[in-house]
Nanobody
Framework: VQLQASGGGLVQAGGSLRLSCTGSRRYFSRYSMAWFRQAPGKEREFVAVRTWSGRSIWYADSVEGRFTIDRDNAAETLVYLQMDSLKPEDTAVYYC?????????????????????WGQGTLVTVSS
């Protein structure tokens, strides 16, 4: 059982990128899907999550209004992350993750320990 993140690259500040997370749609149909990122020398941090029921979507304050997470009906793409108005501080390795929990607002959806599967990461570099 694997997740794979793709779509990273080099982009200028203000530009856009779309990341995709692929895996077995049948296996992950009842998993909440999230994106985390890790910048050099920093801890991995939460970016966005979509609960498997579709009931809730949450974003980190730093990306609210600029990033969009949602399901993707294309083939084995489980979830995408549309990143607009990118900033140099968005530079990081981005990871997709899956959790068996259908998070509620009081849940620890923002902690790495709440996730059961991780993709290998894709590098996003935003130049100023």
């Amino acid at each position: 059982v694997q997740l794979q993140a793709s779509g990273g690259g080099l982009v200028q500040a203000g530009g856009s990128l779309r990341l995709s997370c692929t895996g077995s749609r049948r296996y992950f149909s009842r998993y909440s899907m999230a994106w985390f990122r890790q910048a050099p020398g920093k801890e991995r941090e939460f970016v966005a999550v979509r609960t498997w029921s579709g009931r809730s979507i949450w974003y980190a304050d730093s990306v609210e209004g600029r990033f969009t997470i949602d399901r993707d009906n294309a083939a084995e793409t489980l979830v995408y992350l549309q990143m607009d108005s990118l900033k140099p501080e968005d530079t990081a390795v981005y990871y997709c993750a899956a959790s068996r929990e259908d998070f509620f607002s009081s849940s620890y959806y923002y902690t790495t320990g709440s996730y059961d599967y991780w993709g290998q990461g894709t590098l996003v570099t935003v130049s100023s």
